[in-house]
């Protein structure tokens, strides 16, 4: 299981939650299951989103193996100047 | 609307072009001869961009008619180097990294050498101020004054 | 990849400082740049915008304008098709559609012989407006009852989702623990509002483009900008073309901070062209550069910060509110979530509000968001210092992240270089120098997250062992010296035996935007892979001209050698004595990369600013300017120096006399270099920098990205100097004299 | 457009009197040319006087110093006899813009160009510049504070031009100067400029002064009230305070993109008595 941590608002798609359990061993499923899990969170995966492991931050690299254990936050896809 | 006829001297060549009696120097220059280094950044003489010497004063060519250059002398930025030999203030620029994405560069030489040609010891203050109207926005100056002044030293020694 | 050596490296070329190999063109005049090109047969093209904030398009009448001798060919919204889906909102900032949404909102477009008919031709198109009412303050576009720029837009992130439309795009908040038990153990609270105005990248060259559209449907496009694969890719989406048939170049670039990573008039060009089936060339003038292309955001910024007597803080709390023009996508998200990056706090909250107003579309402007959130957050750091009677900077200290922070935006933070570079402040001459009479020091630290992303190099070893190196990443401010040094490190030969130049979108595979501070980070990844990969290449020819195994040999200083005596014995080759008989050795030797580069590492910087102002008339100045940035690993230092430099300029004309002035009719007033105030080199001191190198695990030789932090911190540094000055706390940028002479007039007498 | 470039300042007036359509003087052309590029002007006939021998010419006469319209700020500027003899003028014209703008622009120009916020004409106010005139009727002299009506107006007619600019000879232990205020270091429009020009008795005590100010009104303002503050005294700090007070109750201002009321009646009274204070040195020197 891992857990990932969800930014502030995203919780009115996850029933009020900002941390979730989801099964995943790389970012792709991280998301698939995520989707499936709470589909109100569809619109902003399809949008995209960066994924956060250990402090690395990821923006597309669906196969990026996810540690048990490891801290995950989901974040905004961001773009720099 | 007939065109103007006019005959000058650019970076020591004889040129003749017709032009619009509207058209400025700066478009004669890019559009008619081919010498793309003097830039247009603004179009209104607040950017330096497209600094040329016309009868070795320091100007905007986007200020200045195509019809005006008649019998002047008009010096850009592609007369700066003799041949295969860069002016110190372009080695100096390199050198310095005085440059970053160059747009700015090549009215800051030609108004370097101005400054030069007039005060051969110019300080940092005096640089700055006469640089007033060239802006650059990726270095903040800095690199630019430095490269000045070690030009200037250079140019000092050599004479 | 991760670092190669994290107990510390040498390097033999990475860290000196060659000079650029673009270098002579640029003191020349023979670098080509948007405007440079030019093409047989071209036309000139030129936009109608529309004069009114806010207006619906009843007609467009372009009949006469047509039948002007000359005129080849116009486009209106008829010739873009509606596009859903994520570039609905850039195909309507290119081309209006049912609505004008700002003052030089692009309206039609002519190509026509020349610039005096193409002007003629423009003020022959009718267009008939309805008027509408129009919002261009943040605040007050947020009201109810304010004019609502899209009738199908609702505020996302807020339960429920109303069921109105309204300006507000969205809602957005990060954070941990729980702020209000924070400011209940807090002795001292500080809570204030700031507003801060839109500020422009103002690059020095403006937008250009020459397109060329065949009959077979086949284009090119030469433009400047920080990104052609995605020029290329929007473009070819906008104009229904195969991405294939659309090759875009990048020409030399003159300045983008983030400006020039989406497109205005490129798709324009290419209808045009496609239309008129000949070359046309668009170049904007200088006052549409302001009107139509993308600003930064203007915000109001609240901030709360509570504190225990000892300089602990307890809790943060902000909320921010950025107008992001016409369409939303403010960079509200990244403000929020940088607004207390540089802290270790128990507590912290940021709640972010993206908002539509009838003002162009703003585009990325260096480490987009964050200076406006740190502004409001440093100056109340700055305040609560002295509330407290602490060091400025002893108070960033004993509240500074570190590796192991639970960061405000979620990550944990690995190495991080903050604390040094707070304390390479604390310990620069410049913290302890005496002030004059009406001077004031300022201090404040920035944080940046850093991009990686897509990037494609190929490197080429020629016949006589030089090698062409091509990248796909526009460079900007001097890429090209920082990818030749790292190649030539890693095949061990000259500096000068590595030639970089950017390839064309068909030459080479796709490449992210130059934005992010990515470019010396990936695309330097990729350059080192790509060396990698063709020194294994070069060994395996090597092995197989002394008959051992690949594996017996290894790269040393330019030369393949056997691996140890058992190997054999055999004299080293050099790059070119392998590579003058690659023929024979199986063809020519190139090595490549395609990787989408993660492990950017986030960068902090820390800045020192004294001010004097002029008490009688609010004059301010800049006397003495410090940035200390951490930079992982300075590859080249005079071009980290130069972004260090940049964008601290960049933040100090934010800080004193920048911005974006719009009239009671919507309309901007001041579209020119005249009245909106960059930075003059008469206005500045030297800007003194330290480079930290704090290494980042994430890279072989430990580089961070440097181009974006540096605008962070000096909004606040300015802010936070002109306060100590002026003794009174100035909350508004930018801190114009009027601004700064009225605040001390109001100010109490001390 | 037709672009004319006559010899002498007869046949620049008979171009211009004949001109059908709007006709322009193009001088310096840092203003003409941005309009026109701009399209907010479409002028038929553009004259350039630049090639008339005597509008390029700085001239000392009998009674003063005559400065043809063609000179541009940066000539002005090496000049030594203006230089010494109207420092305020020449710090003015200084001002206009940058180097490159310098290279071109005149003083002419800038007060023809009828901006409130014109550098060169509160100096010139100040000095009790006059403006030669040649026109179809002939030569007729105006005081430069008469040239501009309004923003972008002016009182030449139809065939007039500016020949040259006249500065009045200097009594001994005269001084004049001339500052504004910038937000930035350079390349901005004066928000408030101030002209001084004052003559002491060989007592000390002011004899006769005048006072300029400019951008705080639709026109440059000529202060006599606050010249007045300064004629019969020594210049001290209670006559400098009751200068600057007489220029801040002078000003008209508006609140613009530039700066506010407040802020610009506070300041010319600022720099009001900066440049009084200038200009007094500059008398107490001048023997």
Redesign the interface.
Known sequence: MVQVVLWGSLKSATGGATKVEVEAANIRELLSRLGEKHPGLKPQLDRGVSVSIDGKIYRDAWFQPIPPGSEVFLLPRLAGG | ?SK?HVSTTINGDAVEYLC???E?LLDVL??RLG???????????????C?VT?DG????S????G??A?GRQVR???G??KGDQ?HP??RK?????A????????GF?V?SK??LEKNPNPT??E????????????????????AVVSAAAEMRESR | MPLDNPKGQSFRLVGS?P??P????????????G??M?APGMLVGRLLRSPHAHARIRSIDIKKALALPGVKAIVTRDDFKEIEGDLRDVSRNVMARDKALYDGHAVAAVAAIDT?TARKALKLIKVDYEILPHVTDVEEAMKPGAPVLHSDLFTQGVEPTPKKPSNIAKRHEFGHGDVAKGFAEADVVVERKFKSEATH??????HACLASVGNDGQGELWVCTQGHYAVRNVCASLLGMDVSKLRVTAS??????GGKTTVFIEPVALALSRKAGKPVKI?M??EEVFRASGPTSSATVWVKIGAKKDGRITAGDAVLKYQGGAFPGSPVDMGAMSAFACYDLENVRAVGWDVVVNRPKQAAYRAPGAPISAFGVECVIDELAQKIGMDPVELRLKNAAREGTESSYGPTYGVIGLRATIEAAKAHPHYKAPLGPNQGRGVATGFWFNFGGQTCVSLNINIDGTVALAVGTPD???SRASMCLMAAEELGIGYEQVRTIVADTSSLGYNDISEGSRVTFSTGMATIQAARDAVKKLCGRAAQMWGISPDAVLWENGHAKPAGANAGDFPPLSLADIAKVAANTGGPIAGHCEVNAEGAGVSFSTHLCDVEIDPETGFTRVVRYTVIQDAGKAI?P??V??QY??G???GIGWALNEEYIYGADGRLQNP???DYR???????P??DTVIVEVPNPGHPYGLRGVGETSIVPPLAAVANAVSAAAKVRMMEIPMSPPKILKAMGEAPRR | ???E?PKTTKEAVALLAKAKGLAHV?A???DL??R???GHIEPDL?V?I?RIPAMGKISAVANGIRIGSAV?S?VLGEHAGVRKAWPGVVEAAKLI?????Q??ATVVGNLCNASPAADSVPAMVAAGAKAIVVGPKGRREIAVEDVAVAPGKTSLRKGEIVESIHLPKRPPRSGDAYLRFIPR???DIAVVGAGVSLTLGPDGVCRQARVALGAVAARVLLVEEAAAALVGTKVDDKALDNLAAAASAACRPIDDKRGTKEFRIKVAGVLARRAAKVALQRARRGK
């Open positions: 609307m103007v619009a009696a509207e400025t890019r559009d010498l793309t280094g003097s830039k247009e950044g603004c179009g209104t003489g607040d950017c330096g961009a600094s016309l004063r320091l100007v905007c986007c200020l200045v008619l019809a005006e008649e850009t930025v592609e700066i180097a860069l203030l372009q620029f390199i050198e310095h990294a440059l970053q994405c160059g747009v700015c560069t090549p030489l108004a101005a400054l940092e203050h640089i700055r101020f006469w640089l007033a109207g060239n802006l650059c926005r990726c270095t903040g100056y800095d690199k630019i004054v430095r | 400082r000079n650029r673009d270098g002579i063109d640029k003191v020349t005049g023979r670098a080509k740049f405007a440079d030019s005096a990248q103002g690059y020095i060259e403006p030399e670039i003159g300045g983008g901070f170049v003038s200088r900007i401010g001097g080249h005079s071009y120096e130069g430099q940049g601290a300029v960049q020119g270099f005249l960059i930075p003059v080199a008469s206005d500045l030297m800007i | 457009m037709r672009y470039a193009l310096g052309g840092t040319l941005v026109l590029r701009s553009v350039d630049k541009p940066a813009g940058s180097t490159q703008i290279g071109r270091t350079e390349m």
